[in-house]
């Protein structure tokens, strides 16, 4: 049984998005933004460098003092072969002529004039030393300091790389930990820890260091994003949830602009690295302020820590917190104690509800999503995931899924056709809109102009972007938004590489920003719409190989920047902009998800698409109980209860929550003593 409904029907009481929540979700908001500015460093400190060898004999030998620059750059360095390079091209930044014969002059001056047969015959080597010239003199990158190109070229890729597997490590780590030991102290030592890598980052002294400081960042950062929306989830009602995702994912721009202006104040890599952390400070004390999440004190039965935290909130909303919210309250903690104490459960898996975004989200989050969202208020007025009723998400397919493991569920959507071209289809995506969004927002030195300024304008393009998504997924729908966000991207994308090739930088900068717009916007709605694509019989398990895919495109993108250094400068914008219009033309045979029922089962998901499915008519409630009556919902959300019954001196209580919005209505009908 799910305590969800009576649960939401308990915060309503205490007003559920009064006081108390709005000004927690603000405040935690400036935790979601010194994220990006504590973990995205590296978009600055490891910027591409021009750089050449240092010869000594420059210097030291006369007759080298005397040639004109463009006459020594000749003799000294290789030229490029070709615009499109090969494996077999000699870089001119990474490698020089042997200078061992600059002592005989005449070897080079025959006849007081340099022999260029002479010049192509002598050997090729690398170098050992560096030149190495900044954009702008007083920048001091770390990849400069450590000299992390040419042959260590591939470890400054490696170091984005990184990031995100210990993102990964993270989301597997802190969400059933969190279950432990609550959220608020996971919180808070994660934020800590991410603010002390970041600090500590600042004084190593060699770039392996560097790059382990890369991986732990990433742990904490997406742990630390995890978290916190976790327990402001766990503070509204599901109805709220999906303009919370909205919010952070603004919040997180915001925070990438601002990392753009600490990046362009302190040029010093090292000094850049401790304003970020000194800016993250502020951030630990809002998370001691922040209490731990009442939502799971009572799904761990808690009642003498909930009991407190419920008051406190009643009074900040100016509710009255009389006996009867107090033996709610009490009734809540105790069926959670004994539901814990029959199933051996000892994680709060089924009492969080979290929708993340697709870059944040674990597989142990997941799970918690399918359990939770069984509350009908998951039915949100924004049309995010609406269902009708159970919503697929009811206790028989959780016990189906529990029993199952996730490979025979695997298999079971690759032996279904339909659902394995859907699935399929949703991977890629997910692949490519992770692929191609931290490819542009990490990749800055791809883009033409001023890495500053292409960094703040990505990230604030991110605001208007959320606002927009949210606006066309809960008034237009999924599909096409995600259709058209990937047409957009990869158009654009590929449009860049053009431009580049023309010379054109102004025309690449905004195509560029139209392509980072672009795939902000399916970044939007991609979690939702795979959600509502997937049968509930194996939702969990098709959210989870998702998932898998979209951090696999991300630890892949840094490696589309290698590429284009390697061999073709644009060559990684084209890339993205072919993938992104191919997922858009994919996700054009996918159907459409506003205002349809969820599917249960595997024959759902076949018929899903065929035919035209509206939600129920408001008015018209099918009842589980012949003894329950319902009246015509005369409002938006409308609680009824109905004897149905008792059992060994406990007396049966039915809640039935609905909401209706326009024409169209869903409940759910639960019992509980």
């Given at each position: 049984?799910t ?6 029907s308990f915060?309503?009481?205490l007003?559920s ?5 709005k ?8 935790v ?23 010869i000594e004999e420059?210097k ?8 004109p ?6 003799l000294?360095?290789?030229p490029?072969?070709s ?6 091209d000699?870089?001119?930044s990474c490698?020089m002529y042997d200078p061992?014969?600059?002592s005989?002059?005449?070897?080079f001056?025959p006849?007081?004039?340099v ?10 080597v690398?170098?050992?030393s560096?030149i190495?010239?900044?954009?702008n003199?007083?920048?001091k ?6 000299e992390?190109f ?5 470890f ?5 790389a990184l990031?995100f ?9 802190s969400?059933q930990?969190?279950?432990v030991?609550g959220r608020?102290?996971?919180?808070i030592?994660f934020q800590v ?5 970041t ?8 770039w392996q ?8 960042v990433?742990?904490?950062?997406s742990?630390?994003?995890?978290l916190?929306?976790t327990?402001?989830c766990e503070m509204?009602l599901?109805?709220h949830?999906?303009m919370?995702?909205?919010m952070m994912?603004a919040?997180?721009?915001?925070g990438?602009?601002l990392l753009?202006g600490f ?5 010093d ?6 304003a970020?952390?000194?800016a ?6 809002v ?9 799971w004190?009572?799904?761990g039965?808690?009642f ?11 009074k900040?909303?100016k509710?009255d ?5 107090e033996k ?6 105790q069926?959670a104690a004994?539901s814990?104490?029959k ?6 898996s089924r009492?969080?509800?979290?929708v ?9 989050e ?8 069984s509350?009908?208020?998951?039915v949100?007025k ?5 269902q009708p009723?159970?919503?697929g998400?009811?206790a ?5 899924n529990n029993?199952r493991?996730?490979?025979?569920l ?7 056709p ?6 399929i289809?949703?991977a890629f995506?997910w ?13 800055g ?8 300024l292409?960094?703040a304008v990505?990230?604030l393009l991110?605001?208007p972007?959320?606002v927009?998504a ?5 008034k237009?729908g ?7 966000s990937?047409?957009?991207?990869g ?5 860049m590489?053009?431009t ?15 392509g980072r717009?672009g ?11 795979t959600?509502?694509?997937?049968p509930?019989c194996v939702r969990?398990t098709g959210?989870?190989?998702c ?9 892949l993108?840094p490696?589309?920047?290698l590429l ?5 400068q644009?060559?990684g914008?084209?890339?993205y902009g072919l993938?992104g ?5 994919l ?8 205002n349809?029922p ?7 998901a076949i018929k899903?698409g065929?035919e035209?499915?509206?939600m129920?008519h ?14 015509k ?8 209860e109905?004897?149905?019954?008792s059992?060994?001196?406990?007396v049966?209580?039915?809640s ?10 869903a409940?759910?009908?639960v019992t509980?003593?």
């Amino acid at each position: 049984m799910t305590l969800a409904p009576f649960y939401e029907s308990f915060i309503r009481k205490l007003n559920s998005f009064g006081k108390y929540q709005k000004a927690r979700v603000f405040v935690l908001q400036l935790v979601i933004i010194t994220i990006p500015i504590c973990s995205l460093t590296s978009i600055f400190s490891l910027q591409s460098v021009d750089h050449k060898c240092y010869i000594e004999e420059r210097k030291t030998v006369s007759w080298l003092q005397s040639l004109p620059e463009d006459e020594w750059q000749r003799l000294a360095y290789p030229p490029e072969k070709s615009i499109f390079k090969s494996g077999t091209d000699v870089d001119p930044s990474c490698s020089m002529y042997d200078p061992s014969l600059y002592s005989n002059e005449t070897y080079f001056v025959p006849g007081g004039v340099v022999s260029p047969d002479r010049l192509r015959s002598r050997p090729v080597v690398p170098c050992e030393s560096f030149i190495i010239q900044h954009k702008n003199s007083d920048e001091k990158s770390a990849t400069a300091e450590f000299e992390i190109f040419c042959k260590k070229e591939a470890f400054r890729q490696t170091a984005t790389a990184l990031l995100f597997v210990g993102k990964m490590i993270g989301l597997a780590v802190s969400g059933q930990v969190a279950d432990v030991f609550g959220r608020r102290p996971l919180i808070i030592f994660f934020q800590v820890f991410l603010i002390l890598v970041t600090a500590v980052t600042a004084f190593v002294p060699n770039w392996q260091l560097f790059l382990l400081g890369r991986l732990f960042v990433g742990f904490s950062y997406s742990a630390t994003y995890l978290l916190v929306f976790t327990i402001v989830c766990e503070m509204l009602l599901s109805k709220h949830i999906a303009m919370l995702g909205f919010m952070m994912e603004a919040s997180f721009g915001t925070g990438m602009a601002l990392l753009a202006g600490f990046a362009y104040v302190f040029k010093d890599w090292r000094q850049l690295q401790v304003a970020a952390a000194v800016a993250g400070v502020p951030s630990v004390l809002v998370c001691i302020w922040c209490p731990e999440s009442l939502r799971w004190l009572v799904s761990g039965g808690n009642f003498e820590k909930a009991r407190p935290l419920a008051a406190k909130i009643a009074k900040t909303n100016k509710v009255d917190f009389d006996l009867g919210l107090e033996k709610d309250l009490q009734s809540l903690c105790q069926n959670a104690a004994a539901s814990k104490s029959k199933t051996g459960n000892v994680s709060s898996s089924r009492s969080s509800q979290n929708v993340t975004s697709p870059h944040d989200t674990s597989d142990k989050e997941k799970r918690r999503v399918d359990s939770e969202n069984s509350s009908p208020e998951f039915v949100a007025k924004d049309g995010l995931a609406v269902q009708p009723g159970d919503g697929g998400y009811g206790a028989h397919a959780l016990e189906e899924n529990n029993d199952r493991s996730s490979l025979v569920l695997i298999i079971q959507i690759f032996r279904t056709p339909k659902l394995r071209s859907r699935v399929i289809i949703l991977a890629f995506c997910w692949f490519i809109v992770n692929a191609v969004y931290y490819g542009i927002s990490l990749g800055g030195t791809m883009i033409p102009g001023s890495l500053y300024l292409n960094t703040a304008v990505g990230g604030l393009l991110e605001i208007p972007a959320m606002v927009l998504a949210y606006f066309v997924a809960t008034k237009f729908g999924r599909k096409w938004l995600v259709v058209g966000s990937f047409m957009l991207s990869g158009l654009s994308c590929a449009s860049m590489s053009v431009t580049t090739m023309m010379d054109y930088p102004l025309g690449a900068q905004i195509l560029a920003q139209i392509g980072r717009f672009g795939i902000s916007l399916c970044y939007g709605v991609i979690y939702v719409y795979t959600l509502e694509l997937i049968p509930t019989c194996v939702r969990t398990t098709g959210m989870s190989f998702c998932s898998f895919t979209g951090r696999i495109g991300s630890i892949l993108t840094p490696y589309a920047a290698l590429l284009s250094e390697m061999f073709w400068q644009p060559l990684g914008f084209l890339i993205y902009g072919l993938l992104g219009i191919t997922a858009g033309l994919l996700t054009i045979t996918l159907p459409e998800t506003l205002n349809r029922p969820l599917q249960d089962s595997y024959e759902d998901a076949i018929k899903f698409g065929t035919e035209h499915q509206k939600m129920p008519h408001p008015g018209i409630v099918h009842i589980v109980s012949p003894s329950a009556t319902v009246e015509k919902l005369p409002g938006d959300w409308k609680e009824l209860e109905a004897s149905v019954g008792s059992d060994e001196g406990c007396v049966k209580k039915s809640s039935l929550v609905c909401e209706r919005e326009g024409d169209q209505s869903a409940c759910e009908y639960v019992t509980a003593c």
